[in-house]
């Protein structure tokens, strides 16, 4: 199976761990995903400007600023945090987003609230020009569309599908190219049960589930035992993850697996979604803490 690697954790159950991290260098995983068909509508409807949101240490943030370079788009970047605007060089997502060309706009936290409001955009309309705009976390129909494709017929052999979850999008496009008789569960970074709505907007069966015992007490942070689960996984796998996302979905994963949440004979699919750029970031906040840190190379 193409970058598929299988992992026992008991006699009975197989995990595998499907790396959509690889599929490139620095559009990777599920960003990949989800702006691939936003960029080709964008092409098509002639923009040559991005424009999107995030916060200080986002994913999509750095994923769309590289997708800008390499398909020929300006970007524009509305960032949570007006009082990062002249702390650019101490932030390592912001570093490689503004070496990809990405332009900032910085924002107070009061202010991004409103960032989806019609006088919110009109502003930016305003100051900017026209541009193809692109939700908070890259999560729309197209992007839902684009990870629709994570699944392949050759993955249909899997009883369970897991998925760390951010905005929905990705576990949407899992669960419509779920058959009916996998599971899917997801592993939500964020507190809260608004999730639930979001992604039933998108979705097209019910053979899913959301898993909330795995946050670590919400967006963003993390403890001494998961960044250690962390290290050990990786020096074990040969895998890293990353502290927000793929991170606690693995930790949740094994955790069920030991508390025999998995039925006997069971093959898990853990759809692994990159967000390996955020670990430079994390690192710095774990160490000047003086905590326990992600000690691998990545």
């Known amino acids: 199976m193409n970058n598929v690697l299988a992992i026992n954790y008991s006699k009975n159950i197989r995990l595998y761990i499907k790396r959509e991290f690889l599929n490139h260098r620095f559009i ?21 400007r991005l424009l999107t949101f995030g916060g200080a240490y986002s994913n999509h943030i750095a994923a769309t600023a590289a997708a800008g370079k390499e398909y020929g788009f300006e970007v524009v970047g509305v960032i949570r945090g007006e009082e990062l605007e002249n702390r650019i060089n101490e932030n390592p997502t912001l570093q490689l987003a503004n070496k990809n060309g990405m332009k900032f ?62 905005t929905g999008g990705t576990i949407s496009g899992i669960i419509n190219s779920s058959i009916l008789n996998q599971k899917v569960l997801g592993f ?61 979905m693995c930790y949740g994963i094994v955790d069920m697996i030991k508390n025999g949440y998995f039925e006997e004979n069971s ?10 750029q955020g670990i430079e970031g994390m690192n710095q906040r774990l160490k000047k803490q ?4 992600i000690n691998y190379e990545v």
């Open 28 to 48: 990777s995983g599920n960003k990949l995903r989800k702006l691939k068909y936003n960029i080709l509508e964008a092409q098509r409807q002639g923009f040559r």
């Open 267 to 276: 093959k898990i699919l853990m759809i692994h979604t990159g967000g390996l």
């Open 188 to 248: 939500p970074a964020l507190k809260g049960e608004f999730l639930k709505k979001d992604i039933s907007t998108f979705v097209h069966h019910d053979n899913w589930e959301l898993i909330h015992d795995y946050n670590f007490g919400g967006y963003g942070k993390v403890s001494d035992e998961l960044i250690t689960f962390m290290n050990k996984f990786y020096k074990t796998s040969n895998i890293p993850l990353d502290p927000i996302y793929t991170g606690k």
């Open 290 to 293: 003086n905590k326990t840190f």
């Open 105 to 166: 706009k910085f924002v107070s936290r009061l202010d991004y609230r409103n960032k989806t409001s019609d006088a919110f955009i009109e502003n930016l309309k305003k100051e900017y020009g026209d541009f193809y705009l692109l939700p908070e976390g890259g999560t729309n129909s197209l992007a839902v569309k684009g990870c629709e494709e994570i699944l392949t017929d050759e993955d249909h052999k899997f009883d369970y599908v897991c998925c760390a979850v951010g």
